[in-house]
């Protein structure tokens, strides 16, 4: 006896020689057959993304800054003996938020919240922020497959004549198509994540670099509404001298007529409150250009903006330091940098992705017909599925170059963020020294203005006692002037340089303000 045989037809026959219809595979089974390939395509999709995982490049900040600066800082406590202190937040103990008003002048307030609805390098800024943040979702959007649609309705004629034509044949037809495509590149090997990562990376950098400018901006603004100040105590230092120095002429000059003084003494008197008149005049001159500055600042014509004498008559501020570790996390431009360094780690992964192959999955489907009333019926459907993949075999050495390429901007990039962090710290150095000489000074000009003074007196009582000449005393208070305009000068200098410390030290930005 012999087993089933086959036919020619593809049927087998069973013992008795009747044909048996082959068994149908059940329609679970079948789904399960075709979920298997997608659940791998998945899976595979699902991989470790090739090149490195980024880690930031490390650097070892400073236990303590090396100076203390001046009294208005607010230097940290030491560190326990035998502990360590806890890992601190990066805005603990710091400036929040607008930082300008420790200050507490109502008008630099309001100044400086007009440059963030008003200045256009700000502005532009923020749109190259936006711009970056776009090219986020274009990289994203290589995740997903891409979808078209489209139909097409025509009526063709064909030769009658045309080779192999069968005589009688229609030569008129119409043709009615309606289809749809979709294709998808799974990211097998992780480029458009890395793609992803770099997008990201590099918007949060322009956040950063806009941050950067943000705090500049209103630092340049504090420091010249600050320097506009300070000329407004000079001008009133001079103003007051030339009004002495008018009722030393007008003295001199009744001394004159009375025989009691000479022309010589009258001229000298005459010269000085010429002089200082000219010094008054100079001072309103470079008022006006720190006036124009505020007023680019803010996005104003230089006309509109008038800003009333106020003379420097504040106290300095408290400045809160924290510690040099914090200055990593508070630092705009260093946070940039930083993302650079991520940015330039994702190209790598990138560069490493074209060694492998590209996968694409590829579908189409839909109907067609010669004829309208049959033209969405299933007879008129038609699809197709397809895979594809394509391996680079020789380039030369082309994608060899490009992953050394990467791999040199990688450390470039990371060197460039280690030479930011460590002028980030001298530059706090630098301020903080910048506050305490200045201070010092201030201490010391301070006992020069008390003297210069008690020297002017001594030289008033020995002229009207007649025992000295005036020539003393226009010594001596072009002496008291020079030192009163020095000690004003020095006051200006430390609200400037405490809005640099401020600058330097981060304001009151921090990591946390990157966006996601």
């Known amino acids: 006896m012999r087993s089933a045989s086959h036919c020619t037809d593809g049927r087998a026959r069973s013992k008795n020689g009747r044909n048996v219809a082959p068994k149908r595979v059940p329609r679970s089974q079948r789904g399960v057959a075709l979920l298997a390939p997608c659940l791998a395509l998945l899976w595979l999709a699902g991989c470790r993304p090739v ?12 236990d303590a800054y090396k100076e ?30 607008k930082w300008w008003e420790i200050y507490q002048d109502p008008e630099l307030n309001k100044l400086e919240d007009l440059i963030a609805p008003s200045n256009m390098t700000l502005r532009a800024a923020l749109e190259t922020y936006l711009s970056a943040r776009d090219q ?8 997903f497959p891409t979808l078209s ?69 209103h630092a340049e603004l504090a420091q010249d509404y600050f320097e506009l100040r300070g000329l407004d105590s000079q001008s009133r230092l001079l103003a007051s001298t030339v009004a002495d120095y008018e009722r030393q002429l007008d003295l001199n000059q009744k001394l004159l007529k009375g025989g009691l003084t000479t022309d010589v003494t009258v001229a000298e008197a005459l010269t000085q409150l010429e002089t200082t008149r000219a010094q008054l005049v100079d001072i309103n ?17 230089a006309g509109n903006l008038t800003l009333p004498p106020a003379p420097l008559d504040l106290g300095l501020p408290q400045i809160p330091l924290g510690v040099p570790s914090q200055l990593i996390e508070r630092r705009p431009d260093i946070a940039a940098e930083e993302r650079r360094v991520a940015a ?9 992705s074209a060694y492998y192959p590209n996968i694409s999955l590829a579908g189409a489907g839909g109907f067609e ?40 901007e990688y450390e470039a990039q990371a060197d460039t963020y280690r030479a930011t962090v460590l002028s980030a710290f001298n530059e706090v150095e630098d301020k903080l020294s910048d506050l305490r000489v200045l201070e010092q000074e201030s201490v010391v000009e301070r006992r020069a203005v ?25 010594v001596a208070e072009s002496t008291l002037l020079t030192n009163q305009r020095t000690e004003t000068d020095l006051q200006t200098r430390q609200f400037a340089s405490s809005v640099q410390l401020i600058l330097t030290l981060g304001g009151g930005w921090d990591v946390t303000q990157l966006p996601k």
Do not use: C
């Open 68 to 97: 203390t600066g001046a009294s208005i800082v607010t230097v940290p406590p030491p560190s326990p003996p035998g502990g360590q202190w806890q890992a601190a937040n990066p805005s603990d103990g710091m400036l929040k938020g």
């Open 51 to 62: 090149g490195p995982n980024y880690s930031r490049p490390g650097y070892t900040a400073p």
């Open 136 to 143: 986020v979702a274009v990289a994203r959007a290589s995740f």
């Open 450 to 474: 008390a003297a210069a003074q008690h020297s002017l007196d001594l030289s008033n009582q020995r002229f009207k006692g007649g025992t000295t000449s005036y020539l003393e005393v226009l």
């Open 369 to 408: 017909s010669t004829n309208g009333g049959t033209w969405i019926q299933g007879p008129s459907s038609l699809w197709s599925l397809g895979a594809q993949a394509s391996e680079l075999l020789f380039d030369a050495g082309q994608r060899h170059a490009l992953t050394d390429q990467a791999r040199h």
């Open 344 to 352: 330039a780690n994702a190209q790598i992964g990138i560069a490493v």
């Open 285 to 301: 001159e470079a008022r006006a250009e720190y006036e124009h500055a505020i007023a680019t600042l803010i996005n104003q014509e």
């Open 149 to 217: 649609a489209g139909g097409a309705i025509s009526r063709d004629r064909v030769s009658a004549n045309r080779p192999l034509a069968v005589s009688g044949s229609q030569t008129t037809y119409g043709d009615f198509q309606l289809g749809g495509q979709a294709s998808w590149a799974p990211d097998f090997w992780g480029r458009i994540r890395r793609t992803v990562e770099q997008a990201r990376a590099n918007a949060q950098a322009s956040a950063a670099d806009m941050a950067t400018l943000d705090l500049s901006l």
